[in-house]
């Protein structure tokens, strides 16, 4: 992609990306004996396959390389129209002119094998409407010269092509992918934003040529015609992307596959309106956006999140409909199939319903997580990144230096190496470098000792929990104890928190084959959001005796608690939605508003003067009502818990205790009732909006 073309601030121009494919065009310059070659290149709208022709085309000039280029839209409709483009373009650019004897075939032969020559088609969508010309005609005359053919589409060349006797050992694909971070970081270099606004920046654009051009473009303007290009970016890429899909039936089912990790044409005839024919399957199959595989047709990432927006944009009713119809397919399909394929579904549904997690935090923005970071198993060469990750981790005192003892995490790190590499799991980028780890033990009567020797609080942690474990065989194993943790807080490219969403993202995907995973951790954002996703709290124990942190022993237990059950648990706010169409979710309470609703529960007129409670219209003695029925309610509604529905209701209602009483009444010290308290308001502002929206209370004030 070409800064230059969207920040006038830079004076020359710069290319981002691309290293592949221009390596191997100037290596065929440049080699003595260069052959003729066929270069596809291709990938979805805006990618930036017109960008990379375009460089190639500079260079191919400045080589004084004979170059011609042309657009498919235009020269690919029949072998005339083909020849005359062809001999248009010698006559302008090189003033070279056809024999009137000559024919157009026999002049372009010619001119085309006299020398070096590199020929650019882009826009070859429809290059099957001339292959058989092409195949059978003109390339066998270009075999033996010295012709580089580079053609660019979205879907690639046709299989007859790859099946070619000839052609087939000399075609070199080129698929083009989505920048990285560093990548994206160098295009954003000389833009003078704030290293806020480029994070920002690299979040909405993950990384997508044209999308970040135009975002580029968009924050350089002056703030009327930047209100006024954000508001049009979503039409031109959606637009852009989607050239290819015409047909109506194509939107709808593309529409559908955003929601679906992967779908056949069974599945999705069980969802379409009209069902596709098995014709409409292939034509949706050949969309430079889907991917086939072995479970059906799945869309490119950047696709299916922009579908998704536009989806809950246009028609939210609708969309949270359709939502909730995948998650109940999901589940159903979930128990049937491999180990892969759950893991792959447990890992689409945590991206798809995490904005409506009860805490849709850093720990869980799982939309940094894309093909080009990938959790993968540990290798040896990786150990000496991890001990590097973990010696930082150790000297900021994060969560996982707490259970381990002092001096001891990284010959712990060395022992899991040696004994249990398979509880390893690798964040890496790429080019296969790590960015992050997590490590634990597999439970079992020879891993205990290990706990024993570097983690002695463990028994006590454990308690019943270990029991059985210290006969298990190796071969039994189903207990995950997560131990370490860290990321690379060097690299310039992602924050903390996104790695750090990107491992806990490993663990539910790792978890939910049939594992249990424990967590024993002091880390205050972990212990709000882990019950949050399906964690059992066990056990809280203070490290040491005059030290006030108090560890906690998380359980997800998943040889017990079938995923269906898990999801519905886990996402019950995000299926429970109104089923008329609403143009906005209301905001999530605050728990700072909630406190103040309970502190002034019995004076209506300062109810009244919150702002969550005016911006409804709410009457203060509705809102009293609503709150003391759901703190007295024998069953509090998810995702309240009985022990937090009881703090409030004895700090709020009942008020029997002062409050220097409150948590020796609750067997806490300060410090946890404090951190349960919190929690409890939370919960309570995610049940109290939920009761507004669902029962419509400021309609009936």
């Known amino acids: ?12 121009q710069r290319i981002v990306g691309f290293g592949r494919e221009r390596n191997a065009f100037s290596h065929w310059l440049a080699a003595p004996d260069a052959g003729s070659q066929i270069f596809s290149v291709t990938g979805i709208g805006g990618i930036g396959k017109t960008t990379l022709l375009t460089e190639m085309n500079a260079e191919a000039c400045r080589s004084s390389t004979l170059t011609i280029w042309m657009d498919g839209q235009i020269c690919l409709q029949t072998p005339g129209a083909f020849l005359s483009y062809l001999e248009m373009s010698l006559e302008m650019e090189y003033g070279l002119t056809r024999a009137a004897d000559e024919t157009m075939l026999t002049y372009a032969v010619r001119e085309l094998t006299r020398q070096r020559t590199v020929l650019i088609i882009d826009n070859c969508e429809h290059i099957d409407y001339l292959e058989s010309w092409l195949l059978a005609s003109l390339l066998p005359r270009l075999a033996e010269a010295e012709c580089l053919l580079i053609l660019a589409s979205r879907r690639g060349l046709p299989t007859k092509w790859h099946c070619h006797p000839f052609w087939s050992r000399r075609i070199h694909s080129y698929p083009l992918e989505l920048f990285s971070r560093e990548e994206i970081y160098e295009y954003l270099q000389d833009s003078g934003f704030s290293p806020a606004l480029q994070l920002d920046i690299v979040h909405k654009t993950e990384g997508h040529p044209l999308l970040l051009a135009l975002t580029l473009d968009m924050l350089l303007r002056q703030e009327p015609e930047r209100q006024e290009r954000e508001y049009q970016l979503p039409g031109i890429l959606s637009a852009e992307m989607l050239k290819e899909a015409a047909s109506p039936f194509m939107y709808e089912a593309l529409q559908l596959l955003s929601l679906l990790p992967a779908a056949d044409q069974t599945i999705l005839n069980q969802l379409l309106a009209s069902p596709l024919s098995a014709s409409d399957y292939a034509e949706l199959s050949r969309l430079s956006c889907v991917r086939t595989g072995l479970n059906g047709l799945c869309l490119h990432q950047l696709v299916s999140r922009m579908l998704r927006e536009d989806f809950q944009r246009r028609d939210p009713g609708q969309y949270h409909r359709m939502r ?10 979930f128990p049937a199939s491999n180990t892969l394929q759950q893991m792959q579904i447990a890992a689409h549904m945590l991206e798809l319903y995490r904005e409506q997690l009860p805490v849709a935090g850093t720990y869980t923005d799982f939309t940094a997580v894309r093909s080009l970071e990938r959790q993968r198993g540990y290798e040896p060469g ?10 930082a981790s150790l000297a900021q005192s994060d969560w996982q230096s707490e259970l381990i003892a002092a001096g001891e995490h990284q010959p712990l790190l060395d022992d899991i190496a040696a004994h249990d590499p398979d509880s390893i799991v690798v964040l890496c980028d790429s080019s296969g470098i790590p960015l992050g780890f997590s490590a634990g033990l597999r439970l079992h009567a020879l891993t205990l000792s290990l706990l024993d020797r570097y983690a002695p609080s463990h028994r006590d942690l454990l308690g019943e929990l270990a029991g059985p474990l210290h006969t298990l065989p190796a071969e039994a194993a189903d207990t995950l104890f997560i131990l370490l943790a860290a990321v690379d807080t060097e690299q310039p490219y992602y924050r903390p928190e996104e790695l750090g969403a990107m491992l806990l993202q490993s663990w539910l995907v790792y978890t939910s084959g049939g594992l249990r995973t424990i967590v024993a951790t002091a880390d205050n954002q972990l212990n709000l959001l882990l019950p949050l996703l399906g964690f059992q709290e066990r056990i809280q124990s203070r490290l040491e005796p005059d030290v006030p942190a108090m560890l906690t022993v998380w359980d997800l237990d998943f040889r017990k608690v079938t995923f269906e059950v898990w999801v519905q648990r886990v996402f019950q706010l995000a299926v429970q939605v109104p089923e008329a169409d609403l143009p906005l979710e209301p905001q999530i309470l605050d728990w700072k508003d909630v406190k103040q609703i309970v502190q002034h529960l019995y004076i209506d007129t300062l109810l009244e003067e919150i702002p969550f409670v005016q911006r409804l ?25 009985e022990l937090e529905q009881s703090i409030l209701r004895e700090s709020y209602l009942q008020k029997n205790y002062r409050k220097s009483q409150l948590a020796e009444a609750f067997h806490m010290s300060r410090t946890t009732f404090y951190r349960h308290s919190r929690l409890a308001l939370i919960h309570l502002g995610h049940v109290l909006t939920r009761m507004l929206r669902d029962n419509d209370l400021h309609g009936n004030t």
């Open 382 to 391: 990786d150990l000496p990144y991890l001990h590097r990750f973990l010696e």
């Open 324 to 333: 909730s119809r995948m998650l109940e397919l999901l589940t159903e399909k």
């Open 1 to 12: 992609m070409n800064l230059s073309s969207a920040n006038s601030k830079t004076s020359a």
């Open 617 to 641: 219209g709410l009457a203060g003695g509705s809102v009293r009502l609503n709150v003391q029925h759901i703190l007295t309610d024998t069953q509090p509604p998810y995702p309240l818990t």
